[in-house]
């Protein structure tokens, strides 16, 4: 029988390889930040046009290479970083492998120039496609500087698989965030599409932190720091108070690498014990250091997860290290529930009595009452207002004798709520409007002509402030409440850029924002907003859309709604009022579609008399 194994051609291989290495652009600006990195510049440019799809480039001035060496760094396996297997052992770059120009090369347009200090001449070579195109001598500036251009250019499905530009360029910004917080001391600066996105000049751990994360960083972080045979730490952890919705600001570092471990960030988490609400997460910027032959690097092809040889002790170690700052920096007693409110609030409102935060509904209205009442929108919100038609909608099907009424959204004032009236009973309407209890804070429960019907408070709440909220995008009428100050709130870069593609749509719901440079100025918030809540809303919502913003603009204002409303509906556990509860029920079922949450889940249950008779005949 013949022989059928193959060695497979080099430029196949590197291919193959390239499928590990390279999984997007922000993977190819991983590798050449690093090997910049590793070459000793003190100064990296990094340059990318349509997210890193058309073009990558990073301009170092580091040590630059030699003829030879400029030709054979797009083997595979050629390294100048290890030479045996026992320097496995003992890495101190962040390159080692000898694959990724390999890689990237087999799969973009690629080209470098790079010199020496001690050389006259640099070298400018051309490779497509792993085959070398040119290599001439050119006068060069010392160091080195790549431009990988049209990735995946000869693996259509790759390219094809490749997310919107949005995606991309964060998963960029990810990278460029992890190397820039790795090397305080490196000049690092970023531009996309022609406009500079970081400039970062060299400087101590904290700076670099701030620079990346906005000015308002500074007053959130809590130095940590310790040092014991088997590692340091040294680093930020945020307070509690500025803990935040979503995971962006959470690093570890080890040996100056990037990091993932969920075994870490549980001994973090496990130091905030007590001290966040539930979800809350903290920030921290955690650099550990170990001896490089007590971890093994090596087990992930992109290299963010390591194992440690002695992780019981790290997790201990790091776990009372955080303990320590929070306390040490009287962290804790900063949760003052005794702070004077006054101190909060604008001056105007100060005298005003307290009202309930987030149930901003038409108090005049009672649905309860013979009376039509005339609504000229007393909720200071232009979006509950409903206009009676006569269509048919089917969770009216649910009452007996009930008329198939419905509402149609309209901009403009509120004609007719009889639907709401006509729910209940009409001989029982005085009692029953006396009638509706909060059980457990949590749910509201109601007589109606058949039986009862109980209502989960914050599901309800939900989606009567996604339709209202739905409404205002859709009508663009959505009054606003102008801020007597400015509120500033601090973002990083990537959620700056989503809140900056969204300020369209939130504009239609009575956001106002102002730009000065890189801040965010909120002049206007919603008018069911309130100012304490803004922060929270539009942390929720950039956190909702960490993994892209939808490309229609339906869709788009689907997803705000949907996520405002989960932030600003009352939450189960919030005491109502009767009349709170009684103005909660009505709009819920003057809503479109009153018998599901935004998020598909039911907003009621009926019980009906027989049901109930069935329970005691038992
Ligand atoms: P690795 O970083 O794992 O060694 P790479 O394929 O990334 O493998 O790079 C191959 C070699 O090319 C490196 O070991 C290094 O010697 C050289 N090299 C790559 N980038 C640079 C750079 N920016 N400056 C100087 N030398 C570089
Ligand atoms: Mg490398």
């Not at 009452?369 to 038609?389: C, L, R």
Request: proline share 5%; glycine share 4%.
């Amino acid at each position: 029988m013949s022989s059928i194994i193959q060695l497979l051609p080099d430029h196949v291989a590197n291919q193959i390889a390239a499928g590990e290495v390279v999984q997007r652009p922000a993977s190819v600006v991983k590798e050449l930040l690093e090997n910049a990195v590793d070459a000793k510049a003190t100064d990296i440019k990094l340059i990318i046009k349509d997210a890193g799809k058309a073009l990558i480039q990073v301009i170092d001035n580091g040590v630059g290479m030699s003829v030879t060496d400029a030709r054979l760094c797009f083997e595979r396996h050629a390294t100048s970083k290890i030479r045996q297997a026992e320097d496995l052992f003992s890495i101190h770059t962040k390159g080692f492998r000898g694959e990724a120009l390999a890689s990237i090369a087999a799969i973009a347009h690629v080209e470098m120039k790079t010199k020496q200090d001690q050389e006259e001449l640099g070298n400018h070579i051309i490779i497509e496609g792993s085959k070398f195109v040119s290599q001439e001598p050119a006068v060069l500036p010392k160091g080195t500087s790549f431009a990988v251009k049209n990735l995946f250019y000869n693996i259509p499905a790759r390219r094809n698989f490749l997310k919107s530009d949005t995606v991309e360029f964060r998963h960029v910004l990810d990278e460029f965030q992890r190397v820039a917080l790795a090397h305080p001391n490196i000049y690092f600066t970023m531009y996309h599409n022609g406009s500079e996105m970081f400039n970062l000049p060299n400087s101590n751990l904290r700076q670099r932190i701030v620079t990346i994360f906005s000015g308002k960083t500074n007053e959130k972080l809590v130095p940590i720091q310790e040092h014991t045979d088997i590692l340091s730490i040294q680093g930020f952890v945020g307070k509690p108070e500025f803990a935040k919705k979503n995971r962006a600001e959470q690093f570890f570092f080890v040996n100056d690498r990037y990091i993932r471990s969920n075994y870490l960030h549980h001994a973090v988490m496990n130091a905030y014990e007590g001290l966040l609400p539930n979800g809350a997460q903290p920030s921290y910027f955690i650099y550990l250091n170990v001896p490089p032959h007590t971890i093994d690097i090596n087990i992930h092809p992109t290299k963010t997860e390591i194992k440690f040889d002695d992780e019981q002790a790290l997790y201990a170690i790091l776990r009372s290290a955080i303990k320590h700052s929070l306390g040490q920096f009287n962290v804790v007693p900063i949760l003052d529930f005794d702070r004077d409110p006054n101190l909060d609030t604008p001056y105007d409102y100060q005298n005003k009595s307290a009202e309930y935060p987030t149930v901003q509904v038409d108090r005049t209205f009672n649905p309860f009452s013979d009376e039509k009442p005339t609504h000229s929108n007393s909720s200071g919100s232009t979006s509950s207002s409903f206009k009676k038609v006569d269509t048919t909608q089917n969770w009216e099907s649910l009452y007996v004798g009930l008329k198939q009424d419905t509402f149609e959204i309209d901009n403009f004032s509120i004609e007719n709520d009889e639907v709401t009236a006509s729910f209940f009973d009409e001989k029982e309407e005085e009692q029953v409007a006396k009638h509706t209890y909060q059980i457990q804070k949590k749910y509201i429960v109601s007589p109606i002509k058949s039986g009862m019907v109980i209502i989960n408070q914050n599901r309800a709440h939900q989606r009567v402030l996604y339709e209202q909220l739905l409404t205002n995008m859709t009508v663009q009428q959505a009054s606003s409440q102008q801020l007597l100050f400015p509120l500033q709130v601090s973002f990083s870069v990537n959620e700056l850029k989503i809140i900056s593609e969204l300020q369209p749509a939130l504009e239609t719901i009575g956001f106002v924002f102002s730009w000065e440079s890189e801040e965010l100025n909120i002049l206007g918030i919603p008018s069911n907003t309130t100012e304490s809540e803004v922060k929270l809303v539009l942390e929720q919502l950039v956190s909702d859309l960490q993994d892209g913003i939808p490309d229609s603009s339906f869709s788009q204002n689907d997803t705000i709604a949907k996520s405002m409303a989960k932030s600003l509906a009352v939450k189960t556990g919030m005491y109502l009022t009767e009349k709170e509860q009684e103005n909660l029920v009505n709009n819920l079922f003057a809503c479109k579609e009153p018998n599901v949450s935004p998020f598909q889940k039911p907003t009621f249950i009926t019980m009906r008399v027989e049901d109930i008779d069935k329970r005691f005949t038992l």
